[in-house]
RNA sequence: GCGAAGGUGGCGGAAUGGCAUACGCGCUAGCUUGAGGUGCUAGUGUCGGAUUCGAUGUGUGGGUUCAAAUCCCAUCCUUCGCACCA
């Protein structure tokens, strides 16, 4: 009979939706596991080749986790708000949730037709009432402990979007999303104190095991620097604060840069006597995006102050002050100390504008460059701390600041607070009304979920505000405080916020009362594996590990961290080695490999195109190799004969294959656990035939590779019950072994000879193998042996003068 | 500029001090099939000798070692991330 993958694929789909096989129990006294993808976004395209990659990955480790006795939990959802969706809508006059829904059945179509073992009674949507009802809860909470408040800030806006963008949405100067101009614009925004998590977000990185990359870039993004803050007084009678990671240097400091909004300029505007060039100097510094100013990074701009200076209060300096954009009000206090001597950016800036430059650490050649390096140098020109090394000055210098009240040690951090508006439709509206009496007040937690209204049209006011502005009847509403007339909050949360805390509602999916019952959370919780894109490492990761800590501080959780394992697998291009595109017509759609060659080879061949951490090309021809792996493991039915053992000859073949694939699981090797398998094959067909014992266990390595082809053999074969019910096989280490290996025998380093010996062979035995060895003497002939190297099991190799 | 990952056959890739190129693709030859994106067998890094041989070979140049794709130093290139963060 032929391996007709369609049939077998199609049943085994339906009796595993019948039994409901991957049902994760809610029973807590089991040994739990939690394997979680990234729920998708249910774009109008479809699904991709790229989508299945983790899912199978993940699908491989769920199911041999079942095998091996746990309770797992491998659950499926949709992050369906956000703007494509609404963009379509708009063009296509269809509300959004309907393009909404019409995604999500073909998305969810498209991931079942491959087998994977999501259990669908968890399914959930962000754009859900029942759903986002807890987003507004958790949103309600951080307000209620000061997180989350509105300010009026310099945020980036998307000029084609008509939004505003977080700082991690803002890619290359232009918009993540539709790649439009970002521009700098004021405007009043509901913002989330992440900084204030930004030490803990830090420091849990050590109790988790993510990559190391993971862990790299979250920490740059923080981006945390110690320091100092020190206080220069200046002749206008008043004190600039400036922030260095190098007090140390403090001596060479030759001017101050501020930033081109800092407000001393305003504050001391009667003092500036060249206050039209500054002026003309901040408008134009205003209007150019972050783009654009740093595309010009390389030419220092900037203009002194005329009539105020600073005085560096090491040595009572009068030094001039500029201002410059390479200066930024959002970090440090917006203020400089430059030490052009040893920092690149004001040595740029010294020379363009021919200001000192004072060498304070020996080591380098300040001629030609700034001398940076803090591990060599040696202090000089620096009064006190003369002689000593970078590190000790600086302990020093901060201390003498602390005495005389000049200064402190600082830490900084890179990371902003959270822009948490959008001027959008689709989307959580924010729970918040605003009372002209008492202000902010958050809507009655008993009154959530506050729903999406009905809108005619989803367009964004050109001024800027969100469509739900125009809706009346949900603008105006009563203070729930004072219950006087209010105005509510039109802007929506962005697209980060539903998938902030999503892995906690599929531990309990249709609560009522709770985002999830105590009790679920703390069976389940944290997730033992979770795998996702790189792309996502400073945005939702980094948003959800927040929200996580958050909710573990009001004690909605019980750990700290939400993830104990982060992974991340590489993008799947075309078949030219680029990314996949419509614009370049190098799209693979899964539904056709589906079709033509049949789910478990579409798995297969996912997981065996290459390193998964790595981007691999996708090539059609490599497909078919993993269809006729398939097929030659089917067609081991005509030389399989009765037998409850593994056949003699393939025992230490099948120990060493249960060994490897068990490991490379783990390891996230599944590329060579299929080399394992293919080899196992190979070495089955060489052998001419195998009992069912073994023909069983090959089955039983590869369902979670390929779940329907594995299933339907083992019930031909009557081994009785399903496959997915029965024990992950162990392996026996001595029997990895076979009983005789073949040795290298070299002289001086070349190989001369191989030879078979027993594998428990001893040092001795194998040298005096190698030494009888004719090609051996042949090689030493007339030489003497000065060193015998024997690695048992391996190589001899006699070193001869 | 800073940070991270990487450079191995015609291709995707194995090998983390011990037989370089496992496994797969492609290709060559033979058999099979006889309307095929079929099946089987043998071969396939390079150069030279042509049966069972010799040399050479993991970006480049040095080094450590009996032994290096693997460790160390230098250098070039590629990809990705961050980018005036004081």
Redesign the pocket.
């Given at each position: 009979m032929k391996y007709d993958f369609k049939a077998i694929e199609s049943k085994w789909q339906k009796i595993w939706e019948e039994k409901q096989t991957f049902r994760a129990e809610n029973d807590y006294t089991k040994p739990k596991y939690y394997a979680l993808v990234e729920f998708p976004y249910p774009s109008g395209q479809g699904l991709h080749v790229g989508h299945p990659r983790p899912y199978t990955a993940l699908d491989i480790v769920s199911r041999k986790r079942r095998l091996e006795g746990y309770n797992v939990l491998y659950p499926m959802g949709w992050d369906a708000f956000g703007l494509p969706t609404e963009n379509y809508a708009m063009k296509n006059h269809i509300h959004p949730e309907i393009v909404t829904a019409q995604n999500v059945a073909r998305f969810k179509q498209q991931i079942q037709s491959l087998g994977l073992s999501f259990d669908w009674s968890r399914e959930i949507n962000t754009t859900d009432p029942a759903y986002y009802k807890w987003t507004q809860w958790i949103f309600l909470q951080l307000f209620k402990h000061g997180l989350a408040y509105k300010s009026e800030m310099n945020v980036n806006w998307c000029t084609s979007c008509k939004v505003v963008l977080a700082?991690e949405e803002v890619?290359?100067g232009v918009c993540e999303r539709c790649g439009g101009e970002v521009v700098h614009k004021v405007k009043s925004q509901w913002m989330l104190k992440i900084t204030e998590y930004a030490q803990r977000l830090i420091d849990d990185l050590e109790d988790v095991d993510y990559i190391?990359?993971v862990k790299?870039?979250q920490k740059?993004?923080i981006?945390r620097?110690t320091?100092a803050e020190v206080n220069f007084k200046t002749t206008a009678g008043d004190t600039l604060t400036?922030?260095?990671?190098?007090p140390d240097t403090l001596f060479g400091a030759t001017y101050m840069v501020i930033?081109p909004e800092h407000p001393m300029i305003r504050e001391k505007a009667d003092l500036i006597k060249n206050m039209d060039e500054i002026t003309a100097y901040q408008e134009a510094a205003a209007k150019k995006s972050?783009f654009e100013?740093?595309e010009?990074?390389k030419d220092?701009t900037g203009v002194e102050i005329q009539g105020i200076r600073a005085i560096n209060p090491v040595n009572e300096k009068e030094i001039p002050i500029f201002i410059s954009?390479?200066?930024?009000?959002s970090?440090?206090?917006?203020?400089?100390?430059a030490?052009p001597a040893h920092?690149?950016?004001?040595y740029?800036f010294a020379k363009a504008f021919n200001l000192p430059i004072i060498e304070v650490v020996a080591g380098g050649d300040i001629e030609k460059e700034a001398f940076t390096d803090c591990a060599t140098g040696v202090m000089v020109n620096s009064g006190m701390l003369n002689g000593l090394s970078v590190e000790e000055a600086k302990k020093k210098i901060i201390a003498w600041l602390e005495e005389n009240g000049i200064g402190h040690p600082k830490v900084?951090f890179?990371l902003r607070d959270w822009v948490f508006s959008r001027q959008r439709y689709w989307g959580e509206p924010i729970p918040i009304v605003h009372c002209e009496k008492c202000g902010f007040v958050p809507i009655p937690e008993e009154e959530l979920p506050l729903m999406l209204p009905e809108l005619e049209s989803f367009e964004p006011t050109d001024d800027g505000q969100s469509p739900l502005s125009k809706l009346d009847s949900f603008v105006n509403t009563t203070c729930p405080c004072c219950g006087g007339p209010a105005k509510r909050e039109t802007d929506t949360m962005p697209q980060w916020a539903g998938s902030s805390w999503y892995f906690l509602r599929y531990c309990d999916p249709n609560n009522v009362s709770a985002l999830a019952a105590k009790e679920a959370l703390d069976y389940w919780m944290p997730v033992d594996w979770y795998n996702g894109g790189?792309?996502h490492t400073?945005l939702h990761l980094l948003y959800s590990r927040f929200w996580h800590k958050f909710l573990y501080d009001i004690g909605v959780v019980s750990c700290k961290e939400p993830y104990a394992k982060r992974t991340s697998h590489g993008m799947i291009l075309g078949e030219n080695g680029e990314k996949m595109s419509k614009s370049r017509g190098n799209v693979v759609n899964p539904d056709d490999v589906v079709n033509?060659?049949g789910a478990d080879t579409m798995r297969l061949y996912e997981m065996?195109?290459?390193?998964f951490e790595?981007?691999?090309?996708w090539?059609?021809?490599?497909?078919?190799?993993?269809k006729?792996?398939l097929?030659?493991v089917w067609n081991l039915q005509d030389i399989v004969c009765e037998g409850d053992t593994y056949s003699q000859k393939l025992e230490s073949s099948i120990h060493k294959t249960i060994k490897k694939v068990s490991e490379d699981i783990e390891n996230l090797?599944f590329?060579?656990a299929?080399?394992a398998m293919?080899?196992l094959?190979?070495d089955i067909?060489d052998a001419g035939s195998l009992t069912k014992a073994d023909y069983r266990t090959l089955l039983i390595l590869l369902n979670p590779f390929a779940p329907h082809i594995t299933e339907e053999l083992y019930e031909q074969l009557g081994f009785g019950g399903m496959l997915n019910e029965q024990s992950w096989p162990s392996y026996d280490e001595a029997k990895c072994k076979a009983a005789t290996?073949?040795i290298?025998l070299?002289v001086?380093?070349?190989?001369k000879a191989?030879a078979e010996i027993d594998a428990n062979a001893s040092k001795e035995e194998m040298a005096l193998l190698a030494k009888e060895n004719d090609k051996m003497k042949q090689a030493m002939e007339g030489k003497q042996i000065v060193?015998e190297?024997v690695?048992p099991g391996?190589?001899v190799?006699f070193?001869v003068r």
């Open positions: 700082n890619v290359n190391d990359r790299v870039s740059n993004w981006g620097s320091g400036v922030y260095t990671t190098r930033s972050d100013r740093s010009i990074a220092k954009d390479y200066v930024l009000m970090y440090g206090t917006g203020a400089i100390m030490v920092d690149t950016s004001d740029d900084n890179k790189m792309e400073t033509e060659y065996f195109i290459g390193d790595k981007a691999a090309p090539k059609d021809t490599s497909l078919r190799g993993c006729r792996f097929d030659r090797k590329n060579t299929i080399a293919m080899a094959l190979n067909q290996v073949e290298v070299q001086n380093g070349k190989i191989k060193k190297i690695v391996k190589l190799n070193v």
